[in-house]
């Protein structure tokens, strides 16, 4: 499966229209100018709108599960859009929205 890798400005959010950003990208890698993500670090979520009835918080974090591969940087393999994150608390994905579409990935 390939895909447009993501990077530091890509919009990435949840499934409730929280704002999804990498913890740790990846800095050997640039597109446009911008470090890359990799499946090693988390993303931050911030703004999640989903109000659970009880337990459960709003979306916190994710982690992506799949993504390139065939390339990887520092030994990981590359956040594509058409990879696949789960958010933590609610176990709903991540929305890859907008991001470079020069470098493309499998």
């Known amino acids: 499966m390939a895909g447009p890798i993501l990077h530091m400005g890509a919009v990435v959010m949840c499934r409730h229209g929280g704002s999804a950003v990498p913890t740790a ?41 799949v993504g390139a591969a065939r390339v990887r ?8 859009m058409t990879g696949v994150a789960i958010c933590a608390p609610t176990g709903t994905p991540l929305l890859p929205v907008e991001a470079q579409t020069r470098v493309i990935a499998s």
């Open 25 to 65: 990208p990846s800095p050997r890698v640039l597109v446009t100018g911008m470090p890359i993500a990799t499946i090693a670090a988390p993303y931050a979520i911030a703004g999640c709108a989903f109000v659970p009835p009880a337990g459960n918080g709003p979306c916190v974090t994710a982690r992506w599960t």
């Open 73 to 80: 940087s520092q030994g990981q393999p590359v956040v594509i």
